[in-house]
């Protein structure tokens, strides 16, 4: 079973920053995509932000500018900057990372997800 490791939630203040860090272990090396997911309290999970295995980002429209996803294949680790952050940012964020193997001809995603870090942007 992958376990990924999260780290870099807190208490902030509105327009205030955060970094979120997620490893997986790497015996791990064909990760396709990794991204974060966050949900808030009677909310649905919803997509933050992705990140390809070719470096190509996906962000929500509600982060766009100020949010930023990066990774790094040789560690393993998907990282995400937060700015200009708002209330509305408040949520229990996941790293998600998906697997991709061959198997008769087919290719299949496995998909594996952190714990969970609290964020909360509060005055």
């Known amino acids: 079973q992958v376990q990924l490791v999260e780290s870099g939630g807190g208490l902030v203040q509105p327009g205030g920053s955060l970094r979120l860090s997620c490893t997986a272990p790497t015996t791990i090396f064909s990760i396709n995509t990794m991204g974060w997911y966050r949900q808030a309290p009677g909310k649905q999970r919803e997509l933050v932000a992705d990140i390809t295995q070719g470096s190509i980002t996906n962000y929500a429209d509600s982060v766009k500018g100020r949010f930023t996803i990066s990774r790094d294949n040789a560690k393993n680790t998907v990282d995400l900057q937060m700015n200009s952050l708002k209330p509305e940012d408040t949520a229990v964020y996941y790293c998600?990372?998906?697997?991709?193997?061959?198997?008769?001809?087919?290719?299949?995603?496995?998909?594996?997800w952190g714990q969970g870090t609290q964020v909360t942007v509060s005055a």
């Open positions: 998600n990372v998906i697997v991709s193997a061959p198997k008769s001809g087919s290719v299949y995603y496995t998909d594996y």
